[in-house]
């Protein structure tokens, strides 16, 4: 099956074969043809940009916090950039594990990256909360779609990590949703009647 990203996998700056230094440098006797496993590699590529990326926004706004819950963001910043750390290695390794290279030095990044820019008002934590939602939505978006296409060029070990990769930043996505999260107007009844049983 022809590779094909033309419906917009990742927003990122996909091409099959982008790093053509002997990417499959590695001889393997995976059952993978060379052909998948490129392209594998030169997707987990692109996606270990956009999480580079997201974790370098998070590690901002994580040095930036300035609110009255100064330490609850501050453990939640902690929180998901531990997360995006263990799928970065994890993206990574797979990258290694099919015989690839792995690119993620700054400047790919600053290429390959289409996450929104992060430039949030510091003065207004619900501001930054959003935008880190944003760019977790947006990774999250291009990963469940990107599920959709390996799975279709046979590669279930791939697959199978950008599942996990998903359910984690859907989780994270949560977790930092919940912080702008504001209930309703609740007001107490002015008596409470006691129970005629």
Known sequence: MKYDVSFHLLKYKFAPGRWNMDICA??????????????????????????????????FAHWNVKAPTFTALHDLFDKVL????ELTEKIAGRCIALGGIVT??????????????????FRNINHQLLIICDGLAQFGQSVSRAIVEVSGFGDTGTTDLLVQVFRNIEQLLWQVESYLYQPASFSYPQTINACTC
């Open 104 to 121: 993620g030095e700054v400047n790919s990044v600053v290429s390959i990256s289409n996450l929104s820019k992060f430039s949030p008002d």
């Open 82 to 85: 531990r997360n995006i750390e």
């Open 26 to 59: 590695v001889q393997s006797k995976k059952e993978l043809s060379e052909h998948v496993r490129h392209n594998s590699i030169d997707l987990l590529n692109c996606y270990l940009s956009g999480i580079l990326d997201l974790g370098v926004q998070v590690k």
